[in-house]
């Protein structure tokens, strides 16, 4: 007879900081960082402008007055360029926090990520491939029609390749992503090769990941997938935690371990392509960011997804900050910053488990 999971079935959640009523402050903290984050990112750039006219333009703009009232450059600057890239950063960073918690739960690995199941390599290919060779390659795809498209037909093969009598194993997913995932490198090495070096540099930037360019539209697609993504996730938050103390111990309580995995790899893979279609190949975010979210509530997984989506979310608002600041008014990629900030925290946090486990 079935089980379901108890709190007490939960896995083990270790020493954390966070729990019980402190559990409320640390939300609302997050959700100020990030309007905070939001605000200084939007006020901060070549031309600076004070976070009270920013907030004025926005309620203009929310309560259908548009620029009636404000300055044109500052409306054009706050509405038109800053904000819809700044909300694309906070979704960004939110969707590749939560993509990285479930794909964590999927293979049970702690250093899974997009780019271990071949998914945004997959991407990459299909970006590419329009880049240096026009919409045409590719039946009149744009770079973001490309990229989805790409990323799930990677999916389809890693789904194909990795399941065996119709079932689903942690081992053979992360073989098969690595090994789709490094065909797909190798064919956008080839592509890059044939390409001139002016397309080579446009290449290069969007491969290391960059929210320049950034517009309202590319707002619709990774929002709609980081809610339903998330709510789904979240209503699975006891069969994870199950699924992350084994195939037999979760399966022993009641879960479905196969039909499980078939579907968190198919929420996981198309969250991840609408994420890698506005952003490009950004690393780290959703390696680095649910660590560090067990670091503050533990391994609940109901606890690990919103804290995990909200720290995700003020990291890359303030990272894509740095990435158009830093070296003005040249812009350098975001995925440089991630990369930068995510390697030694991952080190970091490696020493201080090791430490925990007395070794």
Do not use: C, K
């Amino acid at each position: 007879m079935q089980r379901t999971l108890s709190s007490r079935e939960a896995p083990s959640r270790g020493p954390h900081l966070v729990s019980g009523r402190a559990m409320g402050l640390l939300y609302t903290g997050l959700v100020v960082s990030l309007v905070v984050a939001v605000t200084v990112a939007v006020s901060t750039g070549t031309v600076t402008v004070p976070a009270r006219d920013v907030w004025g333009v926005v309620l203009r703009h929310v309560t259908g007055e548009g620029s009636t009232g404000s300055d044109p450059l500052q409306d054009q600057i706050v509405w038109d360029l800053r904000l819809p890239r700044v909300l694309v950063a906070a979704v960004v960073g939110a969707g590749l926090s939560v993509i990285g918690v479930g794909l964590q739960a999927l293979v049970r690995n702690p250093l899974a990520d997009p780019y271990m199941l071949g998914i945004t390599p997959g991407a990459s290919l299909g970006a590419v491939l329009v880049l240096a060779m026009g919409s045409a390659a590719l039946d009149g795809l744009g770079v973001t029609g490309a990229a989805f498209v790409a990323a799930v037909l990677t999916m389809g093969a890693v789904f194909l390749i990795a399941q065996r009598s119709g079932r689903l194993t942690d081992t053979r997913l992360i073989l098969a992503g690595v090994a789709v995932g490094y065909l797909a490198v190798a064919a956008t090495s080839f592509v890059q090769l044939q390409t001139n070096p002016n397309q080579l540099a446009g290449i290069m930037f969007w491969l290391m990941g960059s929210l320049a360019g950034a517009e309202w539209a590319d707002l619709r697609l990774p929002t709609t997938a980081l809610v339903l993504g998330t709510m789904w996730l979240f209503t699975q938050g006891r069969n994870l935690n199950a699924l992350m103390t084994g195939d037999d111990a979760a399966a022993g309580l009641g879960v479905d371990v196969h039909r499980l995995r078939r579907r968190l790899l198919v929420v996981t893979s198309l969250m991840t392509a609408t994420v890698v279609v506005v952003a490009g190949g950004l690393g780290f975010v959703g390696l680095v960011i649910p660590h560090i979210a067990r670091l503050a509530v533990g391994a609940e997984h109901r606890r690990v997804l919103p804290t995990s989506m909200l720290v995700g979310a003020v990291f890359l608002v303030l990272v894509d900050l740095a990435s158009r600041t830093v070296a003005r008014p040249d812009e350098l990629p975001v995925g440089i910053f991630t990369a930068g900030i995510g390697v030694p925290v991952l080190l970091w946090l490696l020493r201080r488990t090791r430490r925990s486990e007395g070794t």
